[in-house]
T-cell receptor, first 111, second 115 residues
């Protein structure tokens, strides 16, 4: 399974963009990068995923480097409700296509 | 996004008893469901994967006779913790994915406390 590396924690001021990095240097060519977040004592929430191209939806943008060895999740205007643990996951594309969670980044958005 | 519902949200049981947790996909057919366990301040740990109508596939180190998984229909999977002990106290979370192999959606989790 491709391993991901994320900073343990990050801080962001409310209203500013939050840029969460993720390294996945051993990613294979057909493996997708998924981002989920978990607010305290809740199940994870899907944010976005991508393969090669940058992606954007109503929640966030995902920037994947050309060599696909790293990516950045961007929350354009962070709010207090974005405080959560953010998980970057490389999905196993064989078998059951499991999502294996790493330790994630604890994002704290402050007023 | 699609909705996955878990029941109960929390449960307290006596040591030695069994507890069943249900996971339902409310608006899609879940061909594959996953069960995770999460201890305080730790990440989610995948326990097992189940496909509808098939036996579950357990991750290494997870006791299949203790954590019984049944995926009887395309909208329901159950996890039964048998002969529960205090060390089984944890947050149990299910996830479901449909046949299009798009993103997986998670339930709200079940907090199990064994006393």
């Amino acid at each position: 399974d491709a391993k991901t590396t994320q900073p343990t924690s990050m801080d962001c001021a409310e209203g500013r963009a939050a840029n969460l990095p993720c390294n996945h240097s051993t990613i294979s060519g057909n493996e997708y990068v998924y981002w989920y977040r978990q607010i305290h004592s809740q199940g994870p929430q899907y944010i976005i995923h991508g393969l090669k191209n940058n992606e954007t939806n109503e929640m966030a943008s995902l920037i994947i480097t050309e060599d696909r060895k790293s990516s950045t999740l961007i929350l354009p205007h962070a709010t207090l409700r974005d405080t959560a643990v953010y998980y970057c996951i490389v999905r196993v594309e064989t078998g059951f296509q499991k999502l294996v969670f790493g330790t994630g980044t604890r994002l704290l958005v402050s007023p | 996004g699609a909705v996955v519902s878990q029941h109960p949200s929390w449960v307290i049981c006596k040591s030695g008893t069994s507890v069943k947790i249900e996971c339902r996909s409310l608006d899609f057919q879940a061909t594959t469901m996953f069960w995770y366990r999460q201890f305080p301040k730790q990440s989610l740990m995948l326990m097992a994967t189940s496909n509808e109508g098939s036996k579950a596939t357990y991750e290494q180190g997870v006791e299949k006779d203790k954590f019984l998984i049944n995926h009887a229909s395309l909208t329901l999977s159950t996890l039964t913790v048998t002969s529960a002990h205090p060390e089984d106290s944890s947050f149990y979370i299910c996830s479901a994915r449909d046949s299009r192999n798009t993103e997986a959606f998670f339930g709200q989790g079940t907090r199990l406390t064994v006393v």
